[in-house]
């Protein structure tokens, strides 16, 4: 069944593609969990690749080390963007796009003039991969990445077997420590119980 997938995802990358000219493409991103029964998917995109994300019709999954094909069919904003894909309706059709590099050919991205959105660096962006304590619990887990709400950047988190938002504010923090990619905080009552 694997191998019946697989040539079907290399015919799909054939009569897709414009030309037979060797491509340089660009990593811009990471297929990350599904969402949901109707085959949509969290995405994680580089903060400078954002426009051009956005403004893809097609987005290339590296499958088996080549870039496949995906016409953009909705996309929607949340604290990690969500993105659904043509032909992929099913959580199972999903699942097997889970963890895949996310390309752009090179001369579709936008040249630096032509880029209308401004890219704000988070504050703690830098805790990405950093694991998190609570001075009471001790450790919850490790940041899978930085997002901005409004007023606040928060730490996603997987904690107990789900994804928890933990905010990071200077009143919380108790300690970074580069040097072990560690950082302590006081986390309100209840807040890991929500």
């Known amino acids: 069944m694997e191998a019946f997938f697989v040539l079907i995802l290399s ?4 009569f897709y593609s414009k030309s ?3 491509t340089a493409y660009i990593t811009i991103g990471k297929t990350g969990k599904t969402h949901g029964v109707q085959g949509e998917l969290k995405v994680h995109i580089e903060e ?15 499958i ?9 069919e909705g996309l929607r904003s949340a604290a990690i963007p969500l993105v659904r894909l043509d ?6 059709a999903a699942q097997r796009l889970v963890g895949k590099d996310i390309l752009l050919p090179e001369e579709q991205l936008l040249k630096e003039e032509e880029r209308e959105w401004e890219v704000e660096t988070l504050e703690f962006e830098f805790l990405s991969g950093y694991r998190l304590f609570e001075v009471e619990r001790g450790e919850i887990g490790t940041i899978e990445e930085v997002v901005e709400f409004p007023q606040q950047e928060m730490a996603v988190v997987n904690y107990e077997g789900r ?8 009143q919380l ?6 040097g072990k990619r560690t950082i302590h905080l006081r986390l309100p009552e209840g807040l890991l119980d929500l």
């Open 48 to 62: 400078e690749y954002l426009e051009d994300f956005a403004r893809a019709e097609v987005l290339y999954l590296s």
């Open 163 to 170: 994804e928890l938002f933990i905010p990071l504010n200077e």
């Open 20 to 22: 037979f000219i060797v």
């Open 64 to 72: 088996n080390g080549k870039p496949i094909p995906y016409f953009v």
């Open 87 to 92: 032909e992929v309706e099913t959580k199972e």
């Open 173 to 178: 923090i108790e300690q970074i420590d580069e």
């Open 11 to 14: 015919l799909r990358a054939i």
